[in-house]
């Protein structure tokens, strides 16, 4: 009789995360892709640190794509927002929408001081943008 193999991936979300970030910071790209994949099938920010990664490596459409994915999967995920209009602002398009994404990021963590003052950052440098 054949036996019935159930693999279970032991580690969470969070440590898929954690050594992603830790293979990234080594260079070790492929390695950290596969663990941002895995942290991605039950977390959303398993797509940020995906777009995170691919922005680093100036890859912009593939960061759009993973910002995009992080948002659809974690309509609450403000970082995604943020970083997705950060990526406009850096192309130099799309800045009416970028603005609009970094508002929403501000909305979703007006309780959090730190994050919000990081996106207003955000917001005052495609604005200057826009003013050009």
């Given at each position: ?120 950052d955000t917001l005052e440098k495609i604005k200057n943008q826009k003013s050009?």
């Amino acid at each position: 009789m054949p036996q019935v193999v159930v693999l279970h991936d032991p580690l969470t979300a969070e440590e898929h995360l954690q050594l992603g970030l830790s293979y990234e910071k080594k260079g070790l790209i492929d390695e950290a892709i596969k663990h941002y994949q895995d942290a991605s099938k039950s977390d959303a920010r398993g797509f940020l640190f995906l777009g995170n990664l691919y922005l680093n490596q100036t890859k912009y459409d593939e960061a759009e794509e993973y910002y995009k994915k992080a948002m659809k999967k974690d309509s609450k995920l403000a970082d995604a927002y943020n970083n997705l209009a950060w990526l406009y602002y850096l192309k130099g398009e799309k800045l009416e929408e970028a603005e609009e994404l970094v508002k929403k990021a501000i909305e979703i963590e007006k309780n959090k001081p730190d994050k919000v003052k990081i996106y207003l950052d955000t917001l005052e440098k495609i604005k200057n943008q826009k003013s050009k």
